[in-house]
């Protein structure tokens, strides 16, 4: 198949999907005539039907269709065909013509979505009348879908229309409900927008521990908050110490030989004479007199 012909047909089959809701695989009803003429130009009736309708198919045929394959002789090969084909019920007690079943079959909708692959002339005027019907037959072993009909066009054309009003209708509905409501919109208030948070300094933490204050022994206490027990174990520290300092004090006065050291105050010990030493200078001093 050419390719501005293929592109052709895929728009005719997303026409009919878009706006009457055919779907795959399509359903194909096939008549007597069209079994006989792919046999006799040797045609894969299916693999040809899947090419021309852009999609996967299903072909079916129906009991009147096969009776007057059954009636022909020398119709083998196409009853052969047509046994292959899903069986479509027509409901029909007697056998009929083939025209008469697939037009009873389609009714006056074609609700069924039916695809009506047939080689009667009369068939074909008989479905353009009828909306939402895409038609093929065989034309010197090419197989041809036809255009949609005036009638097709006309019923998508209806079916817009339709559906633009009403979503008109419903778009007033609501804008004159909105109108005729009293109560005014509440509006959103917007305060004063603050400074970026990125570039605003961070607050000093206020320091957690309280305020530390110096005890009399050179100990860091917490003011206001101090235990019992830590201020008598302060005050006998502090005792301690002064009856140590006296008791220094008495030892250096009762002893002559200590001298309190003035750099560092602490005692320190005087230095003794020696006696040899005193008495030579003695006897030295009476010699010379």
Do not use: W
Request: positive net charge; aromatic residues 2%.
């Amino acid at each position: 198949m050419r390719q501005k012909r293929a592109k052709t047909y895929r728009k005719l089959m997303s026409l009919y999907s878009m706006s009457f809701g055919f779907r795959q695989p399509y359903q194909v009803l096939v008549d007597s005539e069209v079994c006989k003429a792919s046999v006799d130009h040797k045609i894969e009736l299916v693999k040809q039907l899947g090419t021309v309708l852009q999609g996967e198919v299903k072909p079916m045929i129906t009991q009147c269709c096969i009776h007057e394959l059954y009636l022909q002789r020398g119709q083998q090969p196409a009853v052969d065909l047509a046994k292959t084909f899903e069986r479509r019920k027509c409901n029909h007690r007697e056998p009929i013509p083939g025209d008469e079943c697939l037009a009873s079959v389609v009714g006056d909708s074609n609700k069924h979505r039916y695809v009506i692959a047939t080689q009667s002339t009369p068939l074909r005027i008989k479905l353009r009348l009828i909306p939402a019907v895409p038609i093929v037959h065989i034309n010197r072993s090419v197989m041809i879908l036809e255009p949609p009909s005036d009638t097709t066009i006309r019923a998508k054309a209806l079916m817009e229309q339709k559906a633009l009003n009403s979503t008109t209708s419903t778009e007033t509905a609501l804008l004159a409900s909105l109108s005729t409501s009293t109560e005014p919109v509440p509006k959103k208030k917007r305060g004063p927008k603050g400074p970026n948070p990125l570039s605003v300094k961070k607050k000093k933490k206020p320091n957690p521990l309280p305020q530390l204050t110096k005890s009399l022994d050179g100990k860091d206490v917490s003011s206001g908050k101090q235990q019992k027990g830590e201020v008598k174990k302060s005050d006998d520290t502090h005792k301690r110490k002064r009856r140590e300092d006296n008791e220094g004090d008495e030892a250096t006065a009762g002893s002559p030989n200590i001298v309190m050291n003035d750099s560092t105050g602490s005692p320190r010990k005087r230095k003794r004479r020696r006696k040899g030493a005193s008495n030579t200078s003695d006897s030295n001093v009476i010699h010379e007199s």
